[in-house]
Nanobody, 123 residues
């Protein structure tokens, strides 16, 4: 129901835009988040946007470089990634949950997950 795309191999300092398209149901009333998981590491919160796109929240490690947005008419959420660093290399997952704020950084509070898209940043 959530399909992430847009990953790829990028040089450090470059940019990417990840997309997460929803199908099968409307996610316009859900908060949408992005997580990432690097090899050998736990899944890490990246960003979340409220169902009404006015509110967003970021992990400190990506603040200022990543921008989350959504287009409810297209049932799609985006993650614009700028100034990529090798440590951003990971599989990026989109996820959806009902509530925006409470425990928003915890993966197990999200109800729906996409399959992930791989971002590799070369130095």
């Amino acid at each position: 129901q959530l399909q992430a795309s847009g990953g790829g191999l990028v040089q450090a300092g470059g940019s990417l835009t990840l997309s997460c398209a929803a199908s099968g149901r409307t996610f316009s009333s859900y908060a949408m988040g992005w997580f990432r998981q690097a090899p050998g590491k736990e899944r890490e919160f990246v960003a979340v946007v409220s169902w009404s796109p006015g509110s967003s929240y970021y992990a400190d490690s990506v603040k200022g470089r990543f921008t989350i947005s959504r287009d409810n008419a297209k049932n799609t959420v985006y993650l614009q990634i700028n100034s990529l660093k090798p440590e951003d290399t990971a599989v990026y997952y989109c996820a959806a949950r009902v509530h925006y704020a409470l425990d928003r950084t915890k993966p197990d509070t999200y109800d729906y997950w996409g399959q992930g898209t791989l971002v590799t940043v070369s130095s």
